[in-house]
């Protein structure tokens, strides 16, 4: 083993540099497809973002990632993407839902918020931003308020700025020659 010098099989002439040589060892890798299987239909959630957890081991669900979610973009499949993102994914109520309206046979309803949106509120709410979050009864509820409260009739009036300093009622020695000059104009 190591370095050694060889000969060319035609000539019989050793090469000019010595050659590695050794032993190669393969090992058999045995993939079979039953044990790679996996399958889920409900099982364990996240108890923050309420997701499927992932893995095999976990009884996870399957990963659909960003890419995946361009590629059913791409497709158009808006439909679809909401199923997957959703009440396939995080949206708890609907989830229930869900499978109430499959049980009785019945439409299902429009899915809901996914609790990773509700995390990312409450996230942004922790850094000190005041987020609400307004659903299409509270729109109308506001836009109702707000056309009842009567509109606020302001006049302004001009107002001449003058370079000359206000009198205080502590100098009565201005008063007085404030008035004399005003006599002495209405006399002139």
Same mark, same amino acid.
């Given at each position: ?142 836009? +109702? %308020?707000?056309? =009842?409260? !009567?509109? #606020? @009739?302001? *006049?302004? $009036? &001009?107002? +001449? %700025?003058?370079? =000359?300093? !206000?009198? #205080? @009622?502590? *100098?009565? $020695? &201005?008063? +007085?020659?404030?008035? =004399? ?8």
């Amino acid at each position: 083993m190591g370095k050694v010098v060889l000969r060319d099989g035609r000539t019989a002439q050793p090469f000019d540099q010595p050659v590695t040589v050794g032993s190669i060892y393969m090992m058999k890798l045995i993939h079979l497809v039953e044990d790679k299987v996996h399958a889920r239909s409900t099982g364990p959630y996240s108890l923050i973002t309420q997701q499927p957890l992932g893995g095999k081991a976990q009884f996870g669900g399957q990963r659909f990632g960003e890419m995946e979610v361009w590629a059913l973009e791409a497709y158009g499949a808006a439909h679809n993407l909401q199923e997957i993102l959703t009440i396939k994914s995080d949206d708890v109520i609907g989830r229930a839902k869900t499978y109430e309206a499959i049980v009785k046979n019945e439409d299902i309803l429009q899915p809901g918020v996914p609790e990773s949106f509700k995390v990312l509120v409450k996230e942004l709410q922790s850094l000190g931003l005041a987020i609400e979050v307004i659903n299409e009864e509270e729109k109308a509820t506001l836009a +109702e %308020e707000a056309r =009842e409260v !009567p509109e #606020l @009739e302001t *006049e302004l $009036e &001009a107002v +001449e %700025e003058t370079t =000359e300093t !206000p009198k #205080l @009622e502590a *100098e009565p $020695e &201005a008063a +007085e020659s404030q008035t =004399e000059q005003e006599v002495e104009k209405q006399n002139a």
